[in-house]
């Protein structure tokens, strides 16, 4: 299977609603920004909200950005530049300045999926702050990721985690008819030789993986927003801590 297929089913394997979201985001992007949107898919891996968005609107454009080197050269391979709609850009999210690698003008809109809780606090306010100047008045932020509960919310945290697990939604299956989760994938991807070079720079751009990185909650998301200048700012699709949050500029 095309690893970009397989990325996709062992997304899908961790996060069994994900098509259902992407095709909420998509709602919302048409919406509230139309059928031929400028966008950016900020963290974009492989592409899977790109994809998704440019075929369902044929005159949508979007601004991959990504610092994986090896998911950006399976997306530009695999997906490429859909007849020119489609662009990929290399840079770190995390850092001061990232926007100007962008292809210049302002967005319509600003799509992410399960990627922005790899930014801690200070990161993501400064990271809200340059995607404000960069959005058009009217343009939208659409994050659909993990965020969780506050703190104090116990119960529902343990129980939206609780929901989470697949165990607790359908009985286990044997490793052979399931699809691979993340470690599996990026140790079979490893052995591909024509990625080697992606493979090494990847792993001294991310030598820590974000496996607990300490990222806002909600509370947190919707004070940053507002401090960076978002006059809207709500959750338009959830279940359990998978949740879309918007943001009007
Ligand atoms: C779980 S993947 C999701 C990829 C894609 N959005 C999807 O839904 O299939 C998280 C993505 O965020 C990217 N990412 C994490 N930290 C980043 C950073 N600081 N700058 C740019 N991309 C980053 C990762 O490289 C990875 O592609």
């Not at 090896?70 to 300045?97: N, P, Q």
């Not at 990222?215 to 359990?240: I, M, N």
Request: glycine letters at 8%.
């Amino acid at each position: 299977m095309e690893w970009r297929l397989r990325w996709d089913a062992q997304q899908s394997f961790l996060l069994p609603e994900r098509e259902v979201r992407f095709a909420a985001m998509l709602d919302w992007v048409e919406s509230l920004v139309g059928r031929r949107p400028r966008c950016l898919d900020l963290g974009c891996g492989p592409g899977a909200v790109s994809e998704r968005l440019l075929a369902r609107f044929p005159q949508a454009r979007s601004v991959g950005v990504d610092f994986d080197p090896v998911l950006l050269r399976l997306g530009a391979s695999g997906l490429g530049s859909v007849a020119g709609r489609m662009t990929w850009v290399d840079a770190d999210l995390r850092a001061r300045g990232w926007s100007s690698s962008l292809p210049s003008g302002r967005y319509d809109a600003a799509l992410s999926s399960t990627a922005l809780h790899w930014l801690t606090g200070p990161q993501l306010g400064r990271f809200y702050r340059d995607l404000f100047r960069i959005l058009r008045p009217g343009g939208v932020l659409l994050n659909a990721d993990q965020i969780s509960m506050p703190a104090g919310a116990k119960k529902l945290r343990a129980a939206a985690r609780e929901l989470r697990r697949p165990s607790s939604r359908s009985p286990p299956r044997p490793r052979s008819s399931r699809a691979e989760d993340w470690t599996e994938w990026w140790t079979a991807i490893a052995r591909e030789p024509h990625l080697r070079g992606e493979l090494a720079l990847r792993a001294r751009r991310f030598p820590h993986e974000h496996m607990g990185t300490p990222t806002p909650d909600l509370a947190g998301h919707r004070v940053r927003l507002r401090r960076a200048g978002f006059r809207e700012v709500d959750l338009v699709w959830s279940s359990g801590e998978s949740r879309v949050l918007a943001a009007v500029r």
